[in-house]
């Protein structure tokens, strides 16, 4: 079985306050041995990320009323861009009806400045009831 996914996010808020570009790809594939008791997966996925953000700065009226003070976007444009690369890899060996063992596995990195990066490794016993 295999698996293919494509995602476009583009949002604007605030008026041009934020903009939000996220574009994603992924690919996986499962694959069942031993009469299906076997199952064997994993998952490749890339996601490229950009945002402009700008602040509001209030502009005072020409009298000391606060109630002439308003607000205007800042020329001012802060932008943030990262790669996200995720790894995922897992198997699910059915010991009986009711019993399963899985191994899951997890690796994420995000480049940038973040320098966020996460490894998850997983050895689960299920039993259904």
Do not use: H
Request: no cysteine.
């Amino acid at each position: 079985r295999t698996q293919l996914g494509l995602s476009i996010n583009q949002t604007e808020s605030g008026s041009g306050q934020l903009n939000i570009d996220i574009f994603g790809l992924y690919a996986g594939a499962t694959y069942f041995l031993l009469d299906g008791a076997l199952r064997i997966n994993g998952r490749l996925a890339y996601t490229t990320n950009s945002s402009e953000s700008r602040t509001l700065d209030i502009v005072t009226g020409d009298d000391d009323s606060l109630q002439n003070d308003y607000y205007e976007l800042s020329p001012t444009t802060d932008i943030s861009e990262f790669d996200t690369y995720v790894l995922l890899a897992g198997a699910e060996y059915r010991l009986s009806r009711n019993q399963s063992l899985v191994f899951d596995s997890n690796f994420t990195s995000v480049s940038g400045g973040s320098g966020l990066n996460d490894r998850l490794v997983q050895l689960r016993y299920i039993y259904r009831f």
